[in-house]
């Protein structure tokens, strides 16, 4: 990654926003996402979400057309395990991705 100026990124700052969505408007709350950007808080340079795909899903994370928003669907802690979560790892760099279902 090329930066475009000789800003070190070392301090941040995050915006968060958190919307509400229903079917129809003033209906019951059926979900909610978290919209996140990041930028280096000495340049105002943006950083992008990277290995996201982009768009827009109340059900996965993706990000914004230019990368630069996350979205994340969330919801109030439930204290369980979701039916479809999985954990990856790969460490070192050079190790093969293990998927642990």
Not at 68 to 95: G, K, Y
């Amino acid at each position: 990654m090329e930066q475009s100026n000789n800003c070190p990124h070392l301090n941040f700052k995050a915006q968060v926003d958190v919307g509400r969505i229903s079917k129809v408007d003033g209906g019951p709350i059926e979900a909610y996402q978290a919209d996140i950007k990041i930028q280096c808080a000495d340049c105002n340079m943006d950083f992008e979400f990277v290995g996201m795909p982009a768009g827009n899903s109340f059900e996965k994370p993706m990000t914004s057309m230019d990368f630069i928003e996350a979205r994340l669907p969330i919801r109030p802690f439930t204290n369980s395990v979701a039916s479809n979560a999985h954990f990856q790892a790969r460490i070192p760099d050079t190790a093969p991705k293990t998927e642990v279902s």
